[in-house]
């Protein structure tokens, strides 16, 4: 079974980048059986979805971020990642990263999440 | 992309059903049976409780249902129990790889 970890600073200064790691064990991020994501959910509030990363290479974004965000992955230490440019205290939140199965359109497992608080 | 709508909150006493509605439009909810529910207990990561609109995973229990009628899909949970007090989401598939959350339903269970 899929086991997803979260991990990268607590602390972001606004108008810096937020960058967040997501290790993955019990797969591999190079595969084509799986697609990765991330999700984040503000304090109080809803989840929403950031984006998504198909074939270690295709990427896909929430509009209202689209500008901001980028995921990519590094095969070698099996993990994807978050960056998040130009953040402001709108976007603390508890990010996690989320997989499935490809041709799947939900999403299977998840990490714990981890909070990121954007504040000088 | 505009999230879906759900109830802020409902409630149920233990035993009886309460359905929370996930509202979309004909670009998500309505044009593809890919809406899934998810519930998160406070503090914890969600989990999948039903994906493809009316199907569960192994292990959730049969008192957890979906539907779907046009543009909005629907969570039932019958037969309550304190243990469901929690809060659950609608994610729905918007097209062109992209998706989006409901705002979330706070369930208490009197």
């Known amino acids: 079974q899929l086991q997803l970890q979260e991990s990268g600073p607590g602390l972001v200064k606004p108008s810096e980048t937020l960058s967040l790691t997501c290790t993955v064990s019990?797969?591999?991020?190079?595969?084509?059986?799986?697609?990765w994501g991330w999700i984040r959910q503000a304090p109080g509030k809803g989840l929403e979805w950031v984006g998504s990363?198909?074939?270690?290479?295709?990427?896909y974004y929430n509009p209202s971020l689209n500008s901001r965000v980028s995921i990519s992955v590094d095969t070698s230490k099996n993990q994807f990642s978050l960056k998040l440019t130009s953040v402001t205290a709108a976007d603390t939140a508890v990010y996690s990263c989320?997989?499935?199965?490809?041709?799947?359109?939900?999403?299977?497992?998840w990490g714990q999440g981890t909070l990121v608080t954007v504040s000088s | 992309q505009s999230a879906l709508t759900q109830p802020r909150s409902v409630s149920g006493s233990p035993g009886q059903s309460v359905t929370i509605s996930c509202t979309g439009t004909?670009?998500?909810?309505?044009?593809?049976?890919?809406v899934s529910w998810y519930q998160q207990h406070p503090g914890k990561a969600p989990k999948l409780i039903i994906y493809d609109v009316i199907k569960r995973p192994s292990g959730v229990p049969d008192r957890f249902s979906g539907s779907k009628s046009g543009n909005t899909a629907s969570l039932t949970i019958s037969g309550l129990q304190a243990e469901d007090e929690a809060d659950y989401y609608c994610?729905?598939?918007?097209?062109?790889?992209?998706?989006?959350f409901g705002g979330g339903t706070k369930l208490t269970v009197l």
């Open positions: 994610f729905s598939y918007a097209g062109s790889y992209t998706w989006v």
């Open positions: 004909s670009s998500d909810v309505g044009n593809y049976n890919y």
């Open positions: 019990g797969g591999s991020v190079s595969s084509s059986t799986y697609y």
């Open positions: 989320a997989t499935s199965r490809l041709g799947n359109y939900y999403l299977e497992y």
């Open positions: 990363l198909f074939y270690a290479r295709n990427t």
